[in-house]
C-alpha cells in the first residue's frame, strides 16, 4: 500500500503537485493530477474512502475555473456524498463541498437551489451550535454574506437583526 506507483504516497504526492498547479492556474494539467490520485486511492483503497473528498473537491475547484460547471458539479456532488457516507449528513466538514455547489449553481443562474445549499449551511452550524449564542455569529455573517449575494436584501437584513440581538444580549 505504501511503496511504488500505485501507493498512498503517491497519491499524496500527486495531490500536492495539483493544488500546485491550480495556484498557478494550470487547471488541465491539475485535474489530470487529481483524477491519477483519485484513481490511485480507489484502486489502493475504495470507492467510498474518505481520503477522495480532497481531491474531489481540488478537482471540482480546477474544473469550475476551467468553466466546466457541469464537470464540477457532478463532481462535487461525488465528494459530498462520500463525505455523508464517512461522517454523516450532519457533518460540519461538508460546509466547503456546499459552499462549492452554491457557487455553481450561482453561476448556471440556478439560484433557488444556491439559496437552498445557503439554509442548508446554517441548519448545520445551527444543530452544532445554540442559535441564541455567539457561537453562532460568525455563520449568521456568513448567511448574511450569502443573502446579499443572492439578492435576498429583507432576509440579509433579518440576519443582521439577529446578530445585534445576539450580541446585545
Known amino acids: 500500500k505504501e511503496s511504488g506507483f500505485k501507493s498512498?504516497?503517491?497519491?499524496?504526492?500527486?495531490?500536492?503537485?495539483a493544488i500546485v498547479q491550480s495556484r498557478n492556474k494550470e487547471y488541465i494539467t491539475a485535474q489530470q493530477n487529481y483524477e491519477a490520485a483519485i484513481d490511485i486511492?480507489?484502486?489502493?483503497?475504495?470507492?467510498?474512502?474518505?481520503?477522495?473528498?480532497?481531491?474531489?473537491?481540488?478537482?471540482?475547484?480546477?474544473?469550475?475555473?476551467?468553466d466546466r460547471p457541469d464537470l464540477a458539479l457532478n463532481t462535487f456532488t461525488r465528494a459530498q456524498?462520500?463525505?455523508?457516507v464517512n461522517k454523516g449528513p450532519h457533518n460540519l466538514d461538508q460546509v466547503k463541498i456546499l459552499e462549492s455547489l452554491?457557487?455553481?449553481y450561482i453561476s448556471i443562474g440556478k439560484i433557488?437551489?444556491?439559496h437552498k445549499l445557503n439554509n442548508r449551511i446554517y441548519a448545520l452550524?445551527?444543530?452544532?451550535?445554540?442559535?441564541?449564542?455567539e457561537d453562532i455569529i460568525p455563520a449568521l455573517y456568513?448567511?448574511?454574506?450569502?443573502?446579499?449575494?443572492l439578492r435576498l436584501y429583507g432576509q440579509e437584513r433579518s440576519t443582521y437583526?439577529?446578530?445585534?440581538n445576539i450580541v446585545e444580549k
Open 102 to 104: 452554491a457557487e455553481i
Open 41 to 66: 486511492i480507489e484502486q489502493v483503497e475504495d470507492r467510498l474512502n474518505s481520503a477522495l473528498i480532497n481531491p474531489l473537491h481540488g478537482l471540482g475547484a480546477a474544473q469550475l475555473a476551467s
Open 8 to 17: 498512498t504516497s503517491t497519491a499524496r504526492a500527486l495531490i500536492n503537485l
Open 161 to 164: 437583526r439577529k446578530i445585534i
Open 81 to 84: 456524498h462520500i463525505n455523508h
Open 142 to 149: 456568513k448567511r448574511a454574506e450569502w443573502q446579499h449575494r
Open 112 to 114: 433557488e437551489k444556491a
Open 125 to 133: 452550524h445551527a444543530r452544532k451550535y445554540d442559535t441564541n449564542s
